[in-house]
């Protein structure tokens, strides 16, 4: 198990470099878009101004008769809004960010520590891996799109980021578990067909 835990730091620390890579660079610029600096504070004035506090909204709701008519019309946006604000490089987000990594990277090696115990190949249990992160990752970021008729691009980007920080993470775990060996033929069993 202590090599699990070695995999799942070297993992979180993985996952904290690619979340360098695709969200600090200009590389984040292929899914997020860009305002001018009057428009970003004509639309944070408009968002103060309506917005009664920090939460997630749906503009329009659907709620009522009139806004479902509105959302029908368009334009409807998902407003993940924080009515304080803070540094965009903020220290204390790196580190409760490095933190959440390596929780992820932790319960992640507890798994693949357990699956390890029964899969002998490297090969089976990366598949196992890889299929697992993309069915959690495209159940969390296609419903986005597909439900509340969010932008693909930013849903496929985010897709494409998560895929690879917990494929890299997962891989590295799996490298430092320590080799299954084969189960032993149970009592009586003969290797004769």
């Keep these: 198990m202590a090599r699990a835990l070695v995999g799942a730091v070297a993992g979180a620390i993985a996952m904290f470099i690619i979340g360098f890579i695709f969200f600090v660079t200009p590389l984040q610029k292929l899914a997020v878009g860009n305002l001018n600096d009057l428009q970003a504070a004509s639309v944070q004035s408009a968002?103060?101004?309506?917005?009664p506090g920090t939460g997630t909204y749906y503009v329009p709701s659907g709620d009522t008769r009139a806004q479902s008519e509105m959302y029908s019309r368009g334009p409807v946006a998902t407003?993940?809004?924080?009515?304080?604000?803070?540094?965009?490089?903020?220290?204390?987000a790196m580190i409760?960010?490095?933190v959440h990594m390596l929780i992820v990277a932790l319960l992640m090696a507890a798994g693949l520590y357990l699956l390890s115990r029964h899969i002998v190949r490297f090969a089976d249990?990366?598949?196992?891996?890889?299929?697992?992160?993309v069915a959690t990752v495209g159940y969390l970021?296609?419903?986005e799109p597909i439900w509340f008729h969010q932008a693909w691009g930013y849903a496929i980007y985010m897709f494409v980021a998560e895929c690879v920080?917990?494929?890299?993470?997962g891989f590295i775990i799996l490298k430092l578990l320590p080799a299954a060996s084969a189960p032993a033929a149970p009592a009586g069993a003969t290797s004769d067909l």
């Design 47 to 51: 968002l103060a101004a309506h917005l």
């Design 79 to 92: 407003v993940h809004y924080n009515i304080h604000g803070f540094a965009p490089a903020s220290s204390s």
């Design 96 to 98: 409760s960010g490095f």
């Design 125 to 133: 249990k990366a598949r196992i891996l890889g299929l697992f992160i």
């Design 141 to 143: 970021r296609f419903g």
């Design 165 to 169: 920080s917990l494929g890299v993470a």
